[in-house]
C-alpha cells in the first residue's frame, strides 16, 4: 500500500516570498490534516480535512496561510508571504476517518521549509 | 484549548534500562494516541488507548492510559537501541500533540 506522498521535500525561500506544498493521501482516507513541526517541538495541528469540508482550522494563521482540497483527494498548503518564523518541517497525514473507529494517522515524509 | 503536558523532556539510558514517559492533560480526554518519530524521520502510530484504566502492551512496551482519562504512560522494558527517538502522546479532537519525550539509548 502506497504511503502518504509530499512534494518537495526541501524548499528554501526568502522571506515575503511565497510557497506552496503537495500532499497526496492514502487512497480511501477521508480525513487529510496538515502540521507544523518546529525543531525541537511536537507536530502542531494547522488544518483538517474531511473528505473536502474543513473540520478545524483553528490554529491556521489565516493572514498568510491557506489550504484546500478541492476534489476531497489531495491538498495544497500554501504560506504568502512567508516571515521567517515559518521555517518548520511541513507534516501531511491521512486517516480513514471513520466516527467510533481508530483513527490511526499515516504521515508523510515532510517538507522542510527555510525563510532566509 | 486542550493541551497536553509531556515529561521528562529528554531522557538518556544506558541499554537494557527501563524508560518512561508520561502524558497529562487538565481536561478529560476522549482518547489518546502515541507516536514513536526517529531522528530525521515522520511520526509513525504506536497506539491509541480509549478506555478509562485501559493498559496495552506492545512487546516491550506498555501503555496505561489513566482511571479519569487525564493521564498516560510509556513504558519501556530493558530499552536497545532501536528505542531511540522522540516519543509523543496526542489527544485526539483537534489532535493536540505533547512536547514529546526524546529517549537516548547508549550502547
Known amino acids: 500500500e502506497a504511503g502518504v506522498a509530499q512534494s518537495p521535500r526541501y524548499k528554501i525561500i526568502e522571506k515575503r516570498q511565497s510557497v506552496a506544498f503537495w500532499c497526496n493521501p492514502i487512497?480511501?482516507?477521508?480525513?487529510l490534516y496538515w502540521y507544523q513541526q518546529i525543531l525541537g517541538q511536537g507536530p502542531k495541528l494547522l488544518i483538517q480535512?474531511?473528505?473536502?469540508?474543513?473540520?478545524?482550522d483553528s490554529q491556521l494563521p489565516k493572514d498568510r496561510f491557506s489550504a484546500e482540497r478541492l476534489k476531497g483527494v489531495d491538498s495544497t498548503l500554501k504560506i504568502q508571504p512567508a516571515k521567517l518564523e515559518d521555517s518548520a518541517v511541513y507534516l501531511c497525514?491521512?486517516?480513514?476517518?471513520?466516527?467510533?473507529?481508530?483513527?490511526?494517522?499515516?504521515f508523510g515524509p515532510g517538507t522542510r521549509l527555510t525563510v532566509l | 484549548g486542550q493541551q497536553v503536558m509531556q515529561i521528562p523532556q529528554y531522557q538518556h539510558v544506558q541499554e537494557g534500562e527501563d524508560f518512561t514517559t508520561y502524558c497529562n492533560s487538565s481536561?478529560?480526554?476522549?482518547?489518546i494516541q502515541w507516536y514513536k518519530q526517529r531522528p530525521g524521520g515522520h511520526p509513525v502510530f504506536l497506539i491509541q488507548?480509549?478506555?478509562?484504566?485501559e493498559v496495552k502492551k506492545q512487546k516491550r512496551l506498555t501503555f496505561q492510559f489513566g482511571e479519569a482519562k487525564k493521564n498516560s504512560s510509556l513504558h519501556i522494558t530493558a530499552t536497545q537501541t532501536t528505542d531511540v527517538g522522540t516519543y509523543f502522546c496526542a489527544a485526539e479532537s483537534r489532535f493536540y500533540f505533547g512536547s514529546g519525550t526524546k529517549l537516548n539509548v547508549k550502547p
Open positions: 481536561t478529560t480526554l476522549s482518547n
Open positions: 488507548l480509549v478506555k478509562s484504566g
Open positions: 487512497s480511501g482516507h477521508a480525513t
Open positions: 497525514a491521512s486517516s480513514l476517518g471513520l466516527a467510533g473507529s481508530y483513527n490511526e494517522q499515516f
Open positions: 480535512f474531511q473528505n473536502n469540508g474543513v473540520v478545524d
